[in-house]
């Protein structure tokens, strides 16, 4: 199966909005590495923090789906949370997709015996083929069966339990008719991304209906949502002083060293920190089809044109791709 580029870069912003290129990061503060399917999984969390120590303090691993194949233990479905797979220094947390509550109730068991302290339900998800079962942002529309789903599940594990969600499916209502189910339920964090589902990652992040929401929320508040750069990271600080927690997911893959430089860890050469995460990649095994994943995003901070953009995604070998980004990342 060829590889498809999938182009989602960030929307150009005109804002009047100054804020200063310095350190509003505190130590209260937390860096949470998003879950990009296909991309974020153990090979690439392991060899981001050998190449960014101390710049992501946790990572909410992509989802592991209850529809896809039998939910009983087996290395194949659950190689990405396995112990021994995850070196990494930062927290790791599982997430899992669907609307069965007792495939929630398993992954759950399974990820607390493998000695996991939280799960993450994701019902933030906007991709159609995953709304149209009624999972991901699907489930948002009926907040009811989110409850009795969160009344099952609550009901019956023994670890931390948090959810993924948007504004809404197609109307900010359904966040409205969430936000007491929520607050009446053990419920450890709450991600929010400032969009609506059926907006996918097209308009703007809708930050004034993010601080209505938080400030009703009585649970912790994850923000994500377009941190592109320092300044944007500054911008919502700012905006959001309250707010400790902070997931960053195409930003992050855009540029490799946003979170460090987020957090002040500066480094001379960003070119060759990223030719460093492309190395480190190839030595864990990473297969070309993945590793044209990654540069389909690593490619927005390097401003090639598209010659040779489609040079680079036309090579057949895992050799032929690393010799020329080798011969041309300086360019």
């Not at 009585?218 to 927690?245: A, C, H, Q, T, V």
């Not at 070119?271 to 480190?280: F, M, P, V, Y």
């Amino acid at each position: 199966m060829g590889f498809e580029i999938n182009f989602l870069g960030p929307k150009v912003k005109v804002e009047n909005t100054f804020v200063l290129n310095t350190k509003l990061w505190t130590a209260d503060d937390k860096l949470i590495m998003a879950p990009m399917h296909a991309i974020t999984n153990y090979v690439f969390r392991n060899s981001f923090d050998k190449v960014f120590p101390e710049a992501i303090d946790k990572a909410i691993t992509p989802f592991i789906s209850l529809t896809h194949g039998n939910l009983t233990f087996n290395k194949r479905k659950y190689s990405d949370i396995l112990i021994e797979n995850n070196t990494s220094s930062f927290d790791i947390i599982p997430q899992v997709l669907g609307n069965d509550p007792k495939g929630i109730i398993d992954l759950c068991e399974i990820s607390s015996q493998l000695g996991y302290r939280e799960v993450n339900w994701n019902i933030g998800c906007p991709q159609d083929r995953i709304m149209n079962k009624d999972r991901g942002a699907g489930l948002l529309r009926d907040t009811d069966r989110i409850e009795k789903i969160l009344s099952e599940v609550l009901d019956n594990i023994d670890i931390n339990f948090s959810i993924k969600i948007r504004l809404g499916k197609s109307s900010k209502e359904d966040i409205s008719r969430l936000i007491p189910i929520i607050n009446q339920y053990p419920i450890s964090n709450v991600i929010i991304h400032p969009r609506l589902a059926i907006d996918k990652y097209e308009k703007e992040v809708d930050l004034d209906s993010f601080e209505e929401s938080a400030k009703l929320i009585n649970k912790r508040i994850i923000y994500n949502g377009d941190i592109f750069s320092k300044e944007d990271f500054n911008k919502l600080k700012l905006r959001f002083p309250n707010i400790n927690d902070w997931m960053i997911g195409r930003g992050l893959l855009f540029n490799p060293c946003l979170a460090s430089e987020i957090k002040s860890i500066n480094y001379i050469d960003k070119k060759e920190r990223l030719l460093a995460l492309h190395s480190e990649l190839i030595r864990e095994g990473v297969s070309l089809n993945k590793l044209k994943g990654c540069w389909s995003y690593f490619l927005f901070g390097l401003n090639w044109q598209e010659d040779k953009t489609k040079i680079l995604f036309n090579c057949k070998t895992i050799e032929d791709f690393d010799k020329f980004v080798g011969d041309n990342i300086y360019d």
